[in-house]
Structures are given as structure tokens and as C-alpha cells.
């Protein structure tokens, strides 16, 4: 059996990793092309009700910021110190207070009424270990009846051929608000394999943009909505609702997303 990587180990790596998306990432649009961070940053307002949240990978503030100018107080951790550069650099960055570190170990001392997970990042953490210990370190972060919210993708087996999926997209070029404004247009091709005995999708990103060319390899493990809740039980949470998109879309048989709320009693 392959020895566990430690905490740290795994936060070096991380943001190895990551720190190569840094530069690109607010370039990035979600799979159907619509930039959900307000829409998320409404969501978890109305659940902060004007107190406190903290985010795990918290990256360059998409979601941060906006959630920061509805009037909670946000704090964000993460691996990669470039995307935390980028969030201090963004106008409204200054203020998220902003930890660096492994965000399974939700090491702050503070208590908060939301942690939220983004963007399916937890599938970043390495095992089923670790993104167990995510949720259940984030519960002793909430208040009593504070919620963890976790956006997840609902992962699609079809789109796989042998274990193999590929994809391409280009960045809209005269898209002029929201995240793409100022940044470098970008065209990818996405080449991903998947071991469905360990649930890790192995992921290269071959990236041409403005800026020059470059290859970026990431790996994560995919987590089934069944499987989730069960980690957030081991937690002590319970699963409040859970939706099928930041809008409160109805969660169902063909949802590509899963946004879900745990409560902790």
C-alpha cells in the first residue's frame, strides 16, 4: 500500500500545481460558458445573513469578492500562493483576510455561520481521506446552525469512452464584462483519463493564449452526491437541501451540478 501523504506534502504539491493555473485562471469560464460567482455570492449571502464565511480554495477571489461586497465578512484559504497574490491584486481583495495552507485542515481559530466549497474543489484534495477530514474539520469551524455549502459536479460516466475523455473550448472574444475583461483570450484542449476503481480523473490541459503556449497537469478524485453526505455525516452535519445549481434549480436525475447545504446542529 502507497503511504498516505502527509499534510504538508500534499499543500506542496498543491500549489506546485496550482500556481501554474494562476496566471490563466480568471480567464476560465465554467462548462456552460456563464460565470456563476454572483449568483453563488447571493446564495451565501442570504445564508450568512450579514455574518461570517470562510472559503476552502479560495483561488483569486471569483467568489470571495462579491460575496465580500454583499456585507460578510469573508476569510478564504489555499494551497497556491499565486492565486492568492492575484486576490490581493483584485480590487476589493484587501478585503478577505486570506490564509495559506492545506484547506482539508481548515486551520483558522475563528468560527463562522457558512464555509463554502466552490466549483467542485474538492475534488482536488488527493484521497478519500482527505476530503473526509475536509468535512469534518470544516463542521468544528461552523457556529451551532451554521452551514457548510459544497458545489460540486455531478460526475457523467458517459462521457467516457475506455476511461478516456477529451474536450477543447475557446474563451468569447469580444466578451468585455465579467471575468474576462482584461485578461488574455484563451483556446484549450482538455485530455482527461479516469480510473473508476479509485475515482481519479488525471487531467492535462495543453493552453494557447496570447501569452504563450504551456501544458498543465492536474489530477483530482471525483465524489458521488451518496458518498458526500455520508462524509458530512461522519462530520456530524446533516444535509439541509441540496439544489442543482446556485438559482435553486431542482436537483435531479440529469443535474450536472449539485449545490448542497449541511447544517450543523
Request: with cysteine; hydrophobic share 35%; glycine share 8%.
Amino acid at each position: 500500500m502507497t503511504a498516505r501523504k502527509t499534510s504538508k506534502q500534499w499543500q506542496e504539491e498543491a500549489a506546485a500545481e496550482w500556481d501554474r493555473y494562476a496566471e490563466i485562471w480568471d480567464s476560465w469560464t465554467p462548462d456552460d460558458n456563464r460565470d456563476d460567482a454572483e449568483e453563488a455570492a447571493d446564495f451565501l449571502a442570504e445564508l450568512a445573513k450579514g455574518g461570517s464565511a470562510l472559503e476552502l480554495g479560495v483561488g483569486t477571489g471569483r467568489v470571495a469578492i462579491p460575496l465580500s461586497a454583499r456585507g460578510v465578512r469573508v476569510s478564504g484559504i489555499d494551497a497556491s500562493p499565486k492565486m492568492l497574490e492575484r486576490l490581493r491584486e483584485k480590487e476589493g481583495g484587501d478585503r478577505i483576510d486570506l490564509y495559506e495552507g492545506n484547506f482539508a485542515d481548515v486551520d483558522v481559530d475563528k468560527l463562522y455561520d457558512v464555509v463554502f466549497i466552490a466549483l467542485a474543489t474538492l475534488f482536488v484534495l488527493p484521497d478519500q481521506h482527505e476530503q473526509t477530514r475536509c468535512l469534518e474539520n470544516s463542521a468544528k469551524r461552523l457556529k451551532p446552525g451554521g452551514r457548510l455549502v459544497i458545489q460540486n459536479i455531478v460526475p457523467d460516466m458517459s462521457n467516457y469512452q475506455r476511461g478516456r475523455h477529451n474536450d477543447y473550448g475557446m474563451t468569447e472574444p469580444f466578451r468585455v464584462s465579467g471575468r474576462l475583461a482584461g485578461h488574455p483570450r484563451l483556446a484549450w484542449f482538455e485530455m482527461n483519463t479516469m480510473d473508476p476503481t479509485t475515482q481519479m480523473i488525471k487531467r492535462t490541459d495543453v493552453i494557447m493564449s496570447e501569452k504563450g503556449n504551456r501544458i498543465i497537469a492536474a489530477t483530482m478524485r471525483y465524489i458521488w452526491p451518496a458518498e458526500q453526505d455520508l462524509m458530512a455525516r461522519l462530520g456530524g452535519l446533516e444535509l439541509e437541501e441540496r439544489w442543482g445549481g446556485w438559482r435553486r434549480e431542482a436537483f435531479q436525475y440529469d443535474s450536472r451540478d449539485s449545490v448542497s447545504v449541511y447544517r450543523k446542529p
